[in-house]
């Protein structure tokens, strides 16, 4: 069961019904899905994968999937989850654009960071950004993600592939003071 996580500013807990509409305006907006997947998708397609968060990952309990709020109003997207592109898992973030520049993107993309480390145990969390995306790329350095390869994509674009390992976040954590 994906748990709820809590930010100085945002809430991300695990999506109910009447989050649909959200979720499709923030996945329509192509200033967000261009950097999603494979893009922008029929409406169809956003609301089929609404449904899926539910009746699969959720039901299932495949991998964590929480809908991002801020001050009550759904703003974004994060998941956690194990991919074969990365062999390991990867965070996927997505926030309104009304928010981009705000800090909300690095302290969302902390926060499922310090889950995949903590709750879930793990030594790597890696991130799939495409190479033009470099607001993105930025935040992940800013945040301790190192780029270690790059995919050639289908349409001759190129995905770098990112990866933040618990040891250079512990090296990078401040001396306690006592």
């Known amino acids: 069961m994906t748990p709820t996580l809590c930010t100085e500013r945002l809430l991300l807990d695990p999506y109910v019904p009447e989050d649909e509409e959200g979720f499709i305006a923030l996945f329509q907006d192509v200033r967000v899905s261009q950097w999603m997947g494979d893009g922008l998708a029929p409406e169809a397609a956003d609301r089929a994968l609404f449904g899926r968060i539910f009746t699969k990952v959720y039901a299932q309990n495949l991998f964590d999937v929480w809908a991002v709020r801020s001050d009550g109003l759904l703003i974004g997207h994060a998941e956690i989850k194990p991919t074969d592109v990365v062999g390991g898992h ?7 654009p009304a928010v981009w520049g705000s800090g909300l993107g690095t302290e969302l993309a ?19 950004v495409a ?27 190129t995905t770098r592939v990112l990866t933040r390992t618990l040891a250079a976040t512990e090296g990078s954590s401040p001396a306690p003071h006592g």
């Open 131 to 157: 190479a033009a995306n470099s607001a993105s790329l930025t935040l992940l350095g800013r945040i301790g993600f190192e780029h270690v390869r790059d995919i050639s994509e289908d349409d001759g674009s």
């Open 90 to 96: 990867e965070i996927v973030y997505a926030l309104v």
């Open 110 to 128: 902390e926060a499922v960071v310090a889950y995949g480390f903590g709750t879930l145990g793990l030594t790597e969390v890696h991130a799939t």
